[in-house]
Structures are given as C-alpha cells and as structure tokens.
C-alpha cells in the first residue's frame, strides 16, 4: 500500500514537470559569438518556442563593467541603438555597427501563463572588426656599423590587431624563423610580427636603404607608413684621433700661454698696478673726509 502511493505520488510529480515544460518557454541562439564589420550589419538570434497561450515579454540588455543597461525595453530600442535597430520576431538586427557596439548583449524572455512566471535568457558576444589605420613607423636616419639599431612600427586602432610586415627597397623582409630560406639567407635581423620591431644586433653598412612598414588584420585594406631612409655608415676612428689630438693641442697651447704670462710677470704687474690704484684712491678719499670733518 505504501509502495503503490509512492508510485502514484512519483507519477504526479513527474507530470507536474511535464506540464510545465510544455506550458513554459525555451530559448536559443543561432550564434552566440558574432562578428561583423565596422560600419557593415549585425544580427543577434534569440529564438523561443513556448504554448500558445503563454503571454510573452520581451527584453534586450547589454553588460558592461559599469553595469547593466537597457537596449529593447517596453517595445522601443534606447540609447545609441534607438535609430540604428530593429526587431527581428525576438531577435535583433543592428545597421551600420560601430566599435562602441562590441560587447555582451542579453536576450530575456519572460513567459507569463496561468501556471506562473517562466524566465529564460541567452547571452550572445558581439565583436565589431575594425580595418587598421595608418601605422606610426620610427627609422633612424642614421647609424654607425656595429651598433644596435631597432625600427618600430605601430597602429591601435585594428580590432582584431594587426600584425606588421617591414620591407626594403620595396621588397617584403623575411621573418627569421631559424630553418629554410629564411635562415640560409644569413639573416642580420630579428622582425617581430606581432609587436612591429625591427631589431639588427649589429648593423652593417648592407643594412643602409629605405624602410616602411604595413600593417593589416584581414579587415579592410592594409595600410602603410611613409618610405624613410636609414644611413649606415663605418665608424671614422681616424677623425676621432684627429679631433682628440687638435683638442689636446689647442690645451696645451693655452696652457704655455698662461706659463709664459706667469714667467714674464704680467700678472704680477697687473696686481701691483691695481693695488696702487686702490691705495692712492683711498688716500684721496681720506683726505676729502677729513677736510669735510673740520
């Protein structure tokens, strides 16, 4: 007896839970990470299935750090999505998207029926893919061999980032990779795609040329920096010894000049005759004060 109620009782459970299910609400997305170009269209899915006589209410949010805010609410799209958007069933359809768009939207859906108060919710990422821009390149005009010399190339405005390739005299430069082409070619340099560096440990007068950089992230057309020149030249040791020498010379001849000066005693005159000249105003002055005290 107490079997067959626990029977009956596990059964009525169940078909609770089946009529809910049935009188309640599901809900799905066609893509839960979309990606779309900047100044191009996006669409976030958000599709339910639920009983027909279930009343529905639909919202759309977007998350950020500072918090929650509202995006579709009480039948009208807000803020910088109100003349851009509109509704798709329960999804939504974005025109001319912008990089302030990216981020994580929320699609709720509330069901009310006379069964209760049944929320669903999906969460889809939206990614706005933005060309790059004019990168910045940095190329010393000049270099002597033998030194280190690093060239940088540079833009922030590619989502995702770009990646940078340098070039030569118009030609593309190899990535030093250790094996193959790249590493029977004796490469003198190290370039780093993802930073923008151009690295030579030691440079070398072969190395002089003009350089620019391109950047490019699969969106849009690439773009380059202006053509700049770098000079290398061999260190002129022997204009340097020359320098020293004249410096040395022109030191040791102001010194002569001052010993002489001592030896003949100009200095010394020079001394005795301002001296003199102290004393005998000094008198002067004495005795024009003491006239005026008597």
């Known amino acids: 007896?107490?079997?067959?109620?626990?029977?009956?009782?596990?059964?009525?459970?169940?078909?609770?839970?089946?009529?809910?299910?049935?009188?309640?609400?599901?809900i799905e997305t066609d893509n839960k990470n979309v990606k779309a170009e900047e100044f191009k269209e996006a669409i976030l899915s958000c599709k339910h299935k639920f009983s027909k006589e279930t009343s529905l209410r639909i919202e759309w949010k977007k998350i950020q750090?500072?918090?929650?805010?509202?995006?579709?609410?009480?039948?009208?799209?807000?803020?910088?999505?109100?003349?851009?958007?509109?509704m798709l069933n329960t999804g939504i359809h974005i025109r001319n998207v912008t990089r302030k768009d990216s981020g994580t939207y929320r699609c709720e859906i509330s069901a009310k029926s006379e069964h209760g108060q049944h929320l669903r919710e999906a969460t889809i990422m939206l990614t706005v893919l933005v060309a790059p821009t004019i990168p910045k390149c940095e190329v010393p005009s000049s270099a002597?061999?033998?030194?280190?010399?690093?060239l940088s190339c540079k833009e922030t405005e590619g989502s995702p980032p770009s990646e940078?390739?340098?070039?030569?005299?118009?030609?593309?430069?190899?990535?030093?990779?250790?094996?193959?082409?790249?590493?029977?070619?004796?490469i003198t340099y190290?370039?780093?795609?993802?930073?923008?560096?151009?690295?030579?440990?030691?440079?070398?007068?072969?190395?002089t040329?003009?350089?620019?950089?391109?950047?490019?992230?699969?969106i849009g057309l690439s773009q380059k920096c202006s053509v700049k020149r770098?000079?290398?030249?061999?260190?002129n040791v022997s204009g340097i010894i020359a320098a020293v020498v004249f410096v040395a010379l022109v030191m040791a001849l102001c010194g002569l000049g001052v010993f002489y000066a001592q030896k003949k005693g100009y200095f010394t005159k020079e001394s005795s005759s301002q001296k003199s000249n102290y004393e005998s105003t000094s008198e002067k002055d004495f005795k024009h004060t003491k006239s005026f005290v008597i």
């Open 1 to 26: 007896m107490a079997s067959r109620s626990l029977r009956l009782l596990l059964l009525s459970y169940l078909g609770v839970l089946c009529y809910h299910e049935v009188t309640g609400i599901s």
């Open 65 to 86: 750090s500072r918090g929650v805010s509202f995006v579709y609410y009480n039948g009208e799209f807000t803020g910088d999505l109100k003349d851009r958007a509109e």
């Open 144 to 150: 002597m061999t033998g030194t280190v010399v690093e």
């Open 164 to 186: 940078y390739q340098w070039y030569k005299n118009g030609v593309a430069l190899l990535e030093k990779t250790g094996t193959g082409g790249a590493r029977a070619a004796n």
């Open 190 to 207: 190290t370039m780093n795609k993802k930073s923008g560096t151009l690295l030579f440990n030691t440079v070398t007068k072969n190395d």
């Open 209 to 218: 040329g003009e350089y620019f950089c391109e950047a490019s992230n699969g």
């Open 230 to 235: 770098m000079q290398v030249d061999d260190l």
